[in-house]
């Protein structure tokens, strides 16, 4: 009963009191609140801005997914199948995850710098000068740089994800697969992923989660620029939240709960139909 009313008074009360201010024209801090009905979610839904800013998102979730469950894997792999040496590059990939990522922005800005930048610094020193660029303000690449950003900082967590699992599966099923031969690819697709598929369930739920709620990123490196090319919707909310329209971004938020939602259940509808 106290872990029920707990969950009501921090999170089923807060997202229904949420829907109610997406009702209302309010500022957020005056205590004057003019009812609009559904005005606010039409608007949202017609907005060409914040439809800009799904496809962003999506392909930032879809992007980072791929991204860190390669990497995630591989470093697992690497870990269990060289002991020691494996370890060691497991270690070093967690390292990021201890960081917040504003800190990890801020690096990285000084990383895409133009003028004195780390990476444009290596391409000169490497004679690729025509690659240089502004990495975080050029339209080809800002969107880019966040996800390399995003990935270098997350990967080393889906990566312990994965090497937990890979240790759980019995010493006598690897001494099987030995025996019959079989190559690394072999044995990843057709015995350790099937046997995988709860880890691998886990981390694409806080993957989603983490990218569908990315904010410190976008608003360090880019602050959604050039022009909305970068935008996602934690950082369109952000923008309607702190220009005293609380009330729309009240809809925004509810928007993104429904989505989040959705995408868990399908997958979760997924894993049972597996089952």
């Known amino acids: 009963m106290p872990t029920v009313i707990l969950y009501i008074l921090f999170f089923i009360y807060p997202v229904l009191n949420g829907l109610s201010f997406g009702l209302y024209d309010w500022s957020g801090i005056s205590a004057v609140k003019t009812y609009v009905g559904l005005k606010n979610y039409i608007n949202i839904a017609l907005d060409s801005a914040f439809h800009t800013t799904l496809i962003n998102t999506f392909t930032i979730t879809a992007a980072n997914s791929a991204v860190q469950f390669i990497a995630g894997f591989g470093l697992a792999w690497l870990a269990l199948k060289y002991k020691r040496m494996g370890s060691i590059f497991l270690s070093i990939a967690l390292m990021p995850i201890i960081l917040s990522f504003i800190s990890v922005g801020v690096m990285w800005t000084w990383i895409y710098n133009p003028s004195f930048g780390l990476l444009n610094g290596l391409l000169d020193f490497f004679g690729l000068h025509a690659l240089t660029r502004a990495w975080t303000s050029d339209r080809s690449t800002a969107l880019l740089s966040i996800l390399v950003t995003a990935n270098w900082h997350g990967a080393g967590l889906y990566a312990v994800i994965y090497s937990a699992a890979l240790r759980t599966i019995s010493p006598s099923i690897y001494d099987s ?66 220009t005293f329209q609380a009330g729309y971004a009240s809809a925004v938020a509810f928007y993104l709960l429904i989505i989040g939602l959705a995408l868990v259940l399908i997958q979760l509808k997924l894993l049972r139909t597996e089952k």
């Open 177 to 242: 697969m030995k025996v019959d031969g079989l190559s690394d690819f072999q044995k990843i697709r057709r015995v350790v992923l099937p046997m995988m598929k709860y880890a691998l369930a886990l981390s694409l739920v806080l993957c989603i989660s983490a990218s569908f709620k990315i904010f410190d990123l976008v608003l360090v490196l880019t602050g959604g620029g050039p022009g909305r090319l970068t935008d996602v919707i934690s950082y369109y909310l952000y923008r309607y939240a702190f």
